[in-house]
């Protein structure tokens, strides 16, 4: 299992040395699901589970208000997954004699597979749009983590209802100001889709500054929001962003939790959570966040956290991985 959960290591997990918050639960109570014989009614927790057993890398799902009672256990294989309206979308990979081949994997409500695409490096963040018509999956072409100098990064957007890919974000023009910009050193990364179908929101990178980022899928174009914003992911009623904010120098590698109000772009930091998180974050629902933190025994647990700093955080899941809601 070591080359494995070094796969997981090399797509975003990041080390905790660091005082932990203080929660109720013992690995020991949480570190066995029970598996249900049918798939839980919505709303679900769809997670990719991390467990030293049978399960390791297998698609889950809970029911989203006690994912502790339990969860099924399907056939896919992934390495982050995510879903949106009708068709969920897995980063996974392959290997030959040759070399590891990394894919995007669509599959339906069933979990049955649908297309295919290849990727071209290290699977690190996946999204699907709420109706279900688009997705974005992220990459690491070279290096292993944000915190490293000189990773690269590829995002690529697809039509799901076409089953086509829609080009990478460094093709779409990007303007400041105004003011079409370029640079040879952007990466983008981290995407999230509000509820209109079109528009999104991401991470460009560009002279060692993150900035946030507003897409129009149709019109191909971002639009430079404001600096500092790493991998937004929009609350569902598309009011606030929750994203990683980086604290201290650059080569630290290390982010706090903040929440983003979209129409007076003030922010608070959530620090409540005092580890670091390396996660783009998921909505539980409109007052909390769920993300992951490694914990020294497993790949990594799932912690809840709520969105307006009231209380520390709360482990979710244990031995549990890439959390998306499906509502």
Same mark, same amino acid.
């Given at each position: 299992?070591?080359?494995?959960? +070094? ?14 918050? &203080? ?72 290997? %030959? ?24 490096? !290290? ?18 072409? &070279?290096?292993? &983590? ?20 829609? =080009?990478?974000? !460094? ?5 400041? %100001? ?16 509000? +509820? ?23 019109? +191909? ?13 929009? &609350? ?59 914990? =020294? ?31």
């Amino acid at each position: 299992m070591t080359g494995t959960l +070094r796969t997981l290591l090399l797509v975003g997990l990041a080390a905790t040395a660091c005082d932990r918050a &203080s929660t109720n639960q013992t690995t020991s109570d949480v570190s066995k699901r029970a598996h249900l014989a049918s798939v839980p009614a919505k709303p679900q927790l769809m997670f990719v589970s991390v467990a030293n057993d049978d399960t390791f890398h297998k698609v889950e799902v809970a029911a989203l208000q006690k994912p502790g009672d339990g969860s099924f256990v399907t056939d896919l294989s992934c390495l982050r997954v995510y879903f949106g309206g009708d068709t969920g979308i897995c980063l996974t990979s392959t290997t %030959d004699a040759s070399a590891t081949k990394w894919w995007a994997q669509l599959f339906d409500a069933q979990f049955h597979p649908l297309e295919r695409f290849p990727l071209s490096g !290290e699977p690190s963040r996946v999204r699907v749009s709420p109706d279900g018509r688009l997705a974005a999956a992220t990459v690491f072409e &070279s290096g292993h &983590s944000y915190a490293e100098h000189g990773f690269s990064t590829r995002t690529t957007l697809y039509d799901l209802t076409g089953r086509t890919s829609l =080009g990478d974000l !460094e093709q779409f023009v990007s303007k400041r %100001d105004g003011e079409v910009i370029h640079a040879v050193d952007f990466n983008f990364w981290g995407v999230t889709f509000a +509820r209109d179908g079109n528009t999104f929101y991401a991470t460009l990178d560009t002279a060692g500054v993150s900035y946030l980022v507003r897409g129009d899928v149709r019109a +191909r174009t971002l639009e430079v929001l404001r600096p500092n914003v790493e991998c937004p992911s929009l &609350s569902p009623d598309n009011t606030r962003i929750a994203f990683k904010k980086r604290v201290g120098a650059r080569s630290l590698g290390w982010w706090q939790i903040a929440v983003l109000k979209l129409d007076t772009m003030s922010e608070i930091i959530l620090n409540s959570e005092t580890r670091s998180v390396d996660d783009q974050v998921e909505w539980l629902d409109d007052a909390r966040v769920v993300y992951h933190l490694t914990n =020294g025994t497993t790949a990594a647990d799932l912690w809840a956290l709520r969105a307006d700093n009231g209380a520390p955080p709360e482990r979710l899941l244990a031995s549990a991985y890439s959390p998306a809601v499906i509502r």
